[in-house]
């Protein structure tokens, strides 16, 4: 499980040790100095001679940037520095001053006041060494920094440099020192200037901000630097699950085992217009191997006709997967959906059964909405946003629409977030980009209800559970897809159709990336 914390937490973390005079920044930036040696290397066969930029901001995430710049300097590396700020760490200027590297200073503003930048040309000479360079660090601000993106010199520099390296095609490799600087480090909002980078190194844990959506895409590949903190006693403030974490999750059939003690899931999905809905949510949920599924709605027959499995009709059912495909004036559906919530089984709360959910429930019901669902959803509750506000932060809003309902929230997405009782949250970014298409969704309805059903009886012991689960079925989708298309376009069918492949490979050896 990949965990994350909040600035706050970390700092708490490493004051025991700066007391006890542990030498946190040099283990920080000399593991800085390793990834940029590991890249150049890639990039350029060595390291001698290479030219790497440093962009330095006032605290100790500059500090990082001028001690890691040191060690370059020592193997041979031509390191100039651009300082953004009218402070800098000066135990770190000097470091890289005595070891040879160059300090450059476009101008005397703060990395985010709004003050107009006076000299153009000191900004393009700063934004010309780091185009020039084979590696940029990003090191203007870290955990300390409030959000909101740079301002001031500092964006003016990185603006240009943007323009630059759009022109030429190409550019250096982005490092971001701890995050992207100017990402709101414990929500993951990105807004302003923020340099994307193609891997963030991150000290002592991650950061929020490096999991959640939209932050994440800015910050590239993570590598996780232990420096020495212990955060074992912290509550992680947001977790991806991981392949090992999802077979440890899995329901696996035991040689007692019969289709009631499986799970039975109930399926109320479908309609005469969209009755692709309701054969995709049985279809996933058969694949995904529950012990078997009951559908409830008018389109039996097309559902029979393709998955012969299927039964038709009530029944005693342990969990329910409500809502795909199921219009909002469908009175006779939307009358299954309620009778099934007031049942108080385990649930996925899908497309049209969100506008019948009751005021509260618990968090054994899962809503499964996307941005613009989650939206309508808080409004028609009172919290007037729009799907953009849904999308630049999808954390508050989903945590939001928890505290109003009493659900585990599933927002999907590029990265799919979960939120569920006692702060639990998850961001899974498992799911390929192709993955973004017609019936993708129903599937991951199906999928989850399996998973709910054949877990129902863990669910009901403890509700926190359904989360994780939430979770685990975004992972499972996304490997699906892997598996349905690797790097290619895919069909929700053909993603329900690689859930044996996808579950039996994350059971059989969790560690293996998906095919
Ligand atoms: N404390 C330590 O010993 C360690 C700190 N580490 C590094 O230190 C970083 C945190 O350092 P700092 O706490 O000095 O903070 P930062 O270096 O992130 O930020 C520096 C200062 O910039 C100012 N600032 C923040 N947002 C601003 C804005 N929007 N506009 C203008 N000014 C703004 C604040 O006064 C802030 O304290 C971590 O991200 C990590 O890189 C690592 O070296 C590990 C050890
Ligand atoms: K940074």
Not at 221 to 234: C, H, N, Q, T, Y
Not at 292 to 305: C, I, T
């Amino acid at each position: 499980m990949l965990l994350s914390w909040t600035a706050e937490q970390v700092r708490a973390a490493e004051r025991p040790l700066l007391t006890a005079g542990a030498p946190l920044m040099e283990r920080a930036s000399f593991a800085l100095a390793l990834a940029v040696v590991r890249i150049l290397r890639e990039r350029r066969g060595r390291v001698r001679g290479a030219r790497v930029a440093l962009l330095v901001g006032p605290g100790n995430n500059g500090g990082d940037a001028l001690y890691a710049g040191a060690f370059l300097r020592a193997r041979g590396v031509e390191v100039t520095a651009v300082c953004v700020a009218s402070r800098l760490h000066d135990e770190g200027a000097r470091a890289l001053v005595a070891a040879g590297g160059r300090l450059l200073r476009p101008g005397p503003d703060e990395p985010a006041t709004d003050e107009p930048v006076a000299d153009e040309h000191a900004v393009l000479d700063a934004a010309l060494v780091l185009q020039r360079a084979d590696v940029v660090l990003d090191g203007v601000l870290g955990t300390g920094g409030r959000g909101g993106g740079l301002g001031g010199v500092a964006a003016a520099v990185v603006e240009r440099f943007v323009g630059l390296v759009a022109a030429a095609g190409a550019g250096p490799a982005v490092v971001a020192v701890d995050v992207p600087s100017g990402v709101g480090v414990d929500d993951g909002t990105l807004t302003g200037t923020v340099l994307d980078a193609e891997l963030t190194v991150t000290f002592g844990g991650a950061k929020p901000a490096l999991l959640l959506p939209p932050a994440a895409g800015a910050a590239g590949r993570v590598e996780v630097v232990d420096i020495g903190l212990d955060l074992s006693g912290e509550r992680p403030a947001v977790a991806r699950l991981e392949p090992a974490d999802v077979a440890a999750l899995w329901p696996r059939p035991g040689t007692g085992s019969q289709k009631y003690s499986r799970g039975v899931l109930g399926v109320v999905a479908g309609s005469r217009r969209y009755p692709g809905a309701a054969v995709l949510a049985t279809d996933a949920a058969v694949l995904a191997g529950v012990g078997m599924v009951r559908y409830l709605g008018a389109v039996g027959e097309q559902v029979v006709a393709h998955r012969p499995e299927v039964v038709l009709g009530e029944g005693r059912v342990q969990a329910w997967a409500l809502g795909p495909g199921v219009p909002p004036d469908d009175d006779a559906q939307r009358a299954r959906i309620q009778g099934a919530l007031a049942g108080g089984e385990p649930a996925v709360v899908d497309a049209g059964a969100l506008a019948a959910l009751p005021e509260r429930v618990g968090p054994h019901v899962v809503l499964t909405p996307h941005a613009g669902e989650l939206a309508t959803l808080l409004t028609t509750r009172g919290v007037p946003v729009r799907r953009e506000d849904v999308e630049a932060e999808p954390l508050r809003r989903a945590r939001e629409a928890h505290e109003l309902t009493g659900a585990t929230v599933l927002l999907k997405g590029h990265v799919t977030l979960v939120v569920g009782p006692d702060d639990a949250a998850y961001a899974q970014a498992d799911a390929p980009a192709w993955l973004a298409t017609a019936g993708a969704g129903d599937v991951l309805a199906g999928l989850l209800g399996a998973l709910l059903a054949g877990r129902s009886d863990d669910v009901h012991d403890d509700p926190t559970l359904a989360a994780a689960l939430a979770a685990a079925a975004a992972l499972v989708h996304g490997h699906a897809a892997d598996e349905a298309s690797p790097g290619g376009p895919v069909s929700a069918l053909s993603v329900a159709r690689a859930l044996p492949a996808a579950v039996r490979h994350l059971l059989a050896d969790p560690g293996a990336p998906p095919a």
